[in-house]
């Protein structure tokens, strides 16, 4: 899909300042910053009702756009490689000395790649017992995963005593810290396809940045539906790959491995096994007690955000799936 009026040439580092911008309009449907955005002669060759068609459209293919992958020069302009819901597209961008846009043209990059809302299996809590949520939710406020693609639903869950500590003593040793040592389990039935083991946990606020996840357990529920469970005990793996799980059934234990300063589990959901390539989709437990500020509830659904404290309220989760 093509639209060009006459160019002339930009700098060539305006391109991805630019397109983060005309993207981040186009999700939000802003039609008004869009023509802004455009040359003149760019407005009259491409309509505005025309305009809200050609973008509804795009939005209906791939959904949103999430960030962008890679910038490279083409031509007489550059071509910008965009992540998006459902897959990615190539925007063929051209500038002109004004950093407005001349001509564009958008085109697919890959197959579309089912993207969940959310879980259809039904879930559990991986962990057994009361623990805060210190990372969850859709916004940067609420969750410091958010900008990354694979995790941006993720969950950080650690325990806290009444005081609002996550450890006892000096907290110099992970066995300070409550959560250190705890049954991690399967949030669902499943296979596991990865199991990390090995690496070694850390001193408490000494994070190992190389080997990031540390020991994890990767599962397989659904096509489009894997979870990852991260920063276990070193040696605690209960599971290996291939190995079939039920949901509730202990796999590991709570560590302080890989970018971890402190022992808890990071748990995340996304929509394809290999981590880099996935998009992450918020995860949905049921039948959890929440405790936010000081008033508790049970949810028969519910997507934990930063500053719940949670627990399993029973046993067995539904007997049917989510939907």
Known sequence: MLWSAATVLAADDDYARVARRFFAAINAQDHDKIRQMFTQQLRVAFPEARQRQYFASMLAQRGKVLGIVETTPSGAGAVVRLLAERGEWNL????????????????????????PERNATQM?????????????????????????????????????????????????????????GKEVLAPADG???LAIDGVPDNKPDSPNNFMA??????????????SLLAHLQM???????????????????????GNSSEPHLHFHLQNLPVLQEGIGFPPVFQNIRVTTGGRVRVEKEY?????????????????????
């Open 92 to 115: 063929a961008l051209t500038l002109d000395r004004k950093g407005l846009i001349s001509a564009f043209n958008v085109t697919p990059a890959g197959p579309i790649v089912p993207l």
């Open 124 to 180: 559990r809590l991986p962990v057994n017992g009361e623990w805060y949520v210190l990372w969850g939710g859709a916004t940067e406020e609420q969750n410091r995963h958010a900008r990354t693609r694979s995790q941006r639903r993720a969950l950080d869950l650690l325990i806290r005593d009444a005081q609002g500590k996550s450890f006892q003593g000096d907290g110099k040793r992970n066995e300070d810290y409550y959560a250190y």
């Open 191 to 193: 296979a596991v396809i």
């Open 213 to 226: 996840l540390g020991n994890c357990i990767m599962i397989q529920h659904a096509e489009s539906e894997f």
């Open 235 to 257: 040696g605690s793996l209960l599971v290996k790959p291939g190995s079939p799980v039920k949901i509730g059934q202990p796999i590991a234990r709570c560590g302080n491995s």
């Open 303 to 323: 997507s934990p955000v930063r500053g719940d404290t949670v627990a399993q309220e029973s046993a067995e989760p539904p007997a049917k799936a989510a939907r």
